[in-house]
């Protein structure tokens, strides 16, 4: 199994990239965030990688942080969960954001994901509950907890009444940390759509 990649970014596109190591060169299946801050071609990358194994084919998905990577193998164990979605919900949620999701029993959040419905985000938190915990150490994920409520659902909500749409909002909350009451969050969120 392929765990990581180093070397020479050759080609980049919106969701892959070839990079070439000792001459061999790797398609890597990326995320919007990946590709964002991966760097320019010609530079040397260094993505965490799931080797995802199936009859007829197999994909590198790349990640920037070993707990992205740990993560998505985690929602991978999920019913009805293929890389595709896997990918698409990070997108949305973070390794941080999914987690509090979880938590919190957040089927809202969960449905801003493309191609998640109720029943599905419903399934999904039922499965992901005995799975999803804390990072420890360097993004080892430990046990889950109870945790609390963090009022993001409110923050989601205020900006929905507001008329900001889902993608927006998954952009604001992805950008705002979970600190501070949900005014002082919604203020932050505001800041973020503002650009």
Do not use: W
């Amino acid at each position: 199994m392929i765990g990581s990649v180093r070397g020479e970014l050759i080609a980049r596109e919106p969701t892959e990239v070839l990079i070439e190591v000792h001459g061999i060169g790797y398609r890597v299946v990326i995320g919007p965030d990946v590709s964002a801050a991966i760097g320019e071609v010609g530079t040397t990358v260094f993505l965490h990688v799931h080797h995802h194994l199936r009859e007829d084919a197999q994909t590198l998905y790349g990640f920037l942080a070993l707990d992205d990577r740990l993560m998505f193998e985690t929602l991978l164990s999920a019913h009805g969960v293929g890389p595709s979605l896997g990918l698409a919900i990070m997108s949305v949620h973070g390794p941080d954001g999914l987690r509090r999701v979880v938590t919190d029993e957040d089927v809202a959040a969960l449905c801003l994901v493309p191609g998640v419905g109720k029943k599905t985000a419903q399934r999904l938190l039922v499965e992901l509950s005995s799975k999803v915990g804390e990072p420890i150490g360097d993004g080892i994920p430990g046990s889950a907890g109870a945790g609390t409520a963090t009022g993001r659902a409110d923050v989601r909500d205020g900006l929905s009444a507001l008329g900001y749409s889902d993608d927006e909002v998954a952009h604001a909350l992805r950008a705002v940390p979970d600190e501070g009451d949900t005014a002082t969050q919604i203020r932050n969120a505001l800041n973020v759509l503002a650009f």
